[in-house]
T-cell receptor, first 116, second 109 residues
Framework: EAGVAQSPRYKIIEKRQSVAFWCNPISGHATLYWYQQILGQGPKLLIQFQNNGVVDDSQLPKDRFSAERLKGVDSTLKIQPAKLEDSAVYLC??????????????FGPGTRLTVL | KQEVTQIPAALSVPEGENLVLNCSFTDSAIYNLQWFRQDPGKGLTSLLLIQSSQREQTSGRLNASLDKSSGRSTLYIAASQPGDSATYLCAVNGGKLIFGQGTELSVKP
């Protein structure tokens, strides 16, 4: 079974530029998550989709971050414009069900973003 | 607001030692707690999931315990090996996963 795919794996940009990340979840998984992991910290949930609807985006900085999940499959996360503090690893995860208490999340390898 | 803390932040042990990683959380209203492993440049791999009604879970050389009333969990690794070197993260699920900052483990041959 193929895992969660993410691209690119690495990205270096200058502040105020735009960047987009792509995630392809495990086939058949209804729920998709984007996390931000700053160096030395644990991942923090940015947004959760169930199919193509948003379940939780309470920690997404909506003035600069946006995300979409078209047709309930692939997802893109965009930052525009980027700030220095956005330097982090962006992890995508998916789960089979609705994200309920016993639903296991499977993580992709992440995209490491460096903002100069 | 749920806060998750892991101690120690880093740990170095010789091969063969048994070791314990600690995780504490502030809000006991959780569905479950998970321990993950993260290797450099890679995503997270789920090791063990303990439901709130359970006290412990075991998988091979790993044993995780949960004391919900005191807000604590431990991950016990028996007979550590160099291949166990990684960052270990605990996460509590009270509706969404809240992660600790991780313990970076190094097992020396």
């Amino acid at each position: 079974e193929a895992g969660v795919a993410q691209s690119p794996r690495y990205k270096i940009i200058e502040k105020r530029q735009s960047v987009a990340f792509w995630c392809n979840p495990i086939s058949g998984h209804a729920t998709l998550y984007w996390y931000q992991q700053i160096l030395g910290q644990g991942p923090k949930l940015l947004i959760q989709f169930q199919n193509n609807g948003v379940v939780d985006d309470s920690q997404l900085p909506k003035d600069r971050f946006s995300a979409e999940r078209l047709k309930g499959v692939d997802s893109t996360l965009k930052i525009q414009p980027a700030k220095l503090e956005d330097s982090a690893v962006y992890l995508c995860a998916s789960s089979l069900g609705s994200g309920a208490q016993s639903d296991t999340q499977y993580f992709g390898p992440g995209t490491r973003l460096t903002v100069l | 607001k749920q806060e998750v803390t892991q101690i120690p932040a880093a740990l170095s042990v010789p091969e063969g030692e048994n070791l314990v990683l600690n995780c504490s959380f502030t809000d006991s209203a959780i569905y479950n707690l998970q321990w993950f492993r993260q290797d450099p440049g890679k995503g997270l791999t789920s090791l063990l999931l303990i439901q709130s009604s359970q006290r412990e879970q075991t998988s091979g050389r790993l044993n995780a315990s949960l004391d919900k009333s005191s807000g604590r969990s431990t991950l016990y690794i028996a007979a550590s090996q160099p291949g166990d070197s990684a960052t270990y993260l605990c996460a509590v699920n009270g509706g969404k996963l809240i992660f600790g900052q991780g313990t970076e483990l190094s097992v020396k041959p």
